[in-house]
């Protein structure tokens, strides 16, 4: 099975509301990259809004999605943070957190009508977001002699890789990003030049 080499996040901030029987729930959703950024903006949010009841909040974080984490905050059991999880989920979306304010309007929404504030005030925050594909890039790194140059970048050229730097001193190196699902044909090309040592760096 072939790597998706696609993922969807949001650019930037962006929010929401939605209001039921006095109760309002605002929505915030952020581009996160990792963990410590998502802390990082829950604590300015209960900050701000020091007052509120519940600030209840889901993520997914990764190109294959597989950082999330979803926080009913004091809600009853999976009426706050699985319906944010969800939507996110329903967008399609990763690197991506959504959090909810709530401020008790002094009436109980039983567990479907937290289930739905929770799922709408999202979806209205999303809806007002700017969602982006955005292509997966593997980066690798080349060295190789001087007497490879023209078989180095031939391929180069032929595969359109975009170079993000190169040096040419005692020996030549040159870093390039390759699409995700080119990775291995791009791989096995440079392994056929003789003397030339290809490594992984990342994925961006």
């Not at 990792?34 to 020091?50: A, C, D, M, Q």
């Not at 399609?92 to 739905?116: H, P, Q």
């Not at 977001?129 to 060295?143: G, S």
Request: charged residues 25%; proline residues 2%.
């Amino acid at each position: 099975m072939l790597f998706d080499e696609n993922y969807k996040t949001i650019t930037s901030k962006s929010e929401g509301f939605y209001k039921e029987k006095g109760s309002k729930f605002l929505s915030f959703a952020s581009h996160v990259t990792n963990e410590g950024e998502v802390k990082e903006i829950l604590e300015k949010l209960r900050k701000e809004f020091h007052d509120a009841r519940h600030v209840c909040f889901a993520y997914i974080l990764g190109f294959d999605k597989s950082g999330f984490r979803m926080n009913d905050d004091g809600e009853p059991s999976g009426t706050g943070g699985r319906p944010i999880y969800g939507q996110l989920q329903s967008f399609d979306l990763t690197n991506t957190l959504v959090a909810v304010v709530r401020y008790f309007g002094g009436t109980k929404l039983g567990v479907s009508g937290l289930i739905n504030a929770y799922k709408t005030a999202t979806q209205d925050a999303l809806n007002n977001a700017e969602i982006v594909t955005l292509k997966i890039y593997d980066v690798y790194e080349i060295i190789y002699p001087y007497s490879m140059m023209n078989d180095v970048m031939r391929i180069l050229k032929e595969e359109n890789l975009e170079q993000i730097s190169s040096s040419f001193e005692l020996e030549c190196k040159i870093i390039f990003q390759v699409p995700k699902n080119s990775t291995n044909k791009i791989y096995e090309k440079f392994l056929r030049i003789e003397s030339l040592k290809i490594n992984y760096l990342k994925t961006i």
